[in-house]
């Protein structure tokens, strides 16, 4: 597995497991890890062992968003289908997908940032496996959607569960305020396309799992998702794929969430108002 990241001074890095060297060490051609998702979908990213540059411990490293400007971030709603009965809704025939603003991200770290309680009251959190896209593609099928991705990282999604309550329609609100998408890290970049089947993607607050699940139990994979609305617009290098969650949980200020998606990494965020 190979890593992609920026450090919060907004230096663009390739890793593994063993640590980071600066990716214009490896990429010379690439100013930002933008620069480098092509290379990421395609295959070519080299191997940290062949950079003529000494590595960084991971524990020394102070990482911001992976990417300076992500493009469309995309929701996907009730993609479990126990998460789905949980909420007594009824299972989608098709992805349940919504747009987040991108003034809804926020980088590792967060905080998560309640609105005032006049706006809501009822905040949940949702750990999810998000996909990035790293080439322009339109109509793609689902055996060439692994030549499209980028990469793979966790993230944080957050809901205003009482304004969507009172009706669905509000679901661009309950989704929409800033710091209602905590992107993880570091982008994993697999050597091979994954098997993610076996992959368990895990809500945690305050130490304790909330929710867990596998992405065997999506109703839509992930290379499904892609696939689906690559027929309907065309993606773009950094759009990002907020794959669905196994359950959310309440949050209040003072909590502490944790999204961990097994083999890919983890994202963690305070609470705060």
Same mark, same amino acid.
């Given at each position: ?34 620069d ?17 540059a ?55 770290? $967060?905080?998560?940032?309640?609105? +005032?309680?006049?706006?809501? #009251?009822? !905040?949940? @959190?949702?750990? =999810? ?24 990282l ?17 679901l ?42 596998e ?10 998702i ?6 309907v ?8 794929f907020?794959? $669905?969650?196994?359950?959310?949980e +309440?949050?209040?200020?003072? #909590?502490? !969430?944790? @999204?961990?998606? =097994? ?11």
């Open positions: 597995m190979k890593y992609l990241a920026r450090t919060t001074d907004g230096r663009p890095l390739l890793g593994d497991d063993d640590g980071f060297v600066p990716l214009s060490s490896a990429v010379p051609a690439a100013s930002s890890v933008r480098a998702l092509s290379h990421a979908a395609s295959g070519t990213l080299p191997d940290v062992d062949d950079v003529p000494d590595r960084i411990d991971r524990q020394h490293v102070r990482f911001g968003p992976p990417l300076e400007r992500f493009g469309k971030l995309w929701g996907i709603g009730l993609n479990y289908a126990e998460h789905a009965g949980d909420l007594d809704e009824q299972r989608p025939d098709e992805p349940a997908s919504f747009l987040k603003p991108s003034s809804a991200l926020t980088g590792p770290g $967060g905080p998560i940032t309640l609105p +005032p309680t006049d706006q809501t #009251d009822g !905040v949940t @959190a949702e750990a =999810e496996l998000a996909v990035l896209i790293g080439r322009e593609c339109r109509d793609v099928g689902e055996d060439a959607v692994d030549d499209v991705i980028a990469g793979y966790p993230v944080i999604d957050m809901t205003a569960e009482d304004i969507l309550q009172r009706n669905p329609r509000f661009t609100r309950a989704k929409s305020f800033d710091s209602f998408l905590v992107v993880g890290p570091t982008i994993a970049v697999p050597d091979e396309p994954p098997a993610l089947e076996d992959v368990t993607v895990r809500t945690i607050v305050n130490e304790t799992v909330a929710a867990e699940n992405v065997r139990n999506m109703l839509f994979p992930p290379r499904e892609v696939s689906f609305h690559s027929r617009m065309t993606l773009q290098p950094g759009d990002l907020s794959t $669905g969650t196994p359950g959310a +309440p949050i209040e200020p003072g #909590d502490h !969430v944790r @999204a961990t998606v =097994e083999t890919i990494g983890a994202v963690d965020a305070p609470v705060v108002r």
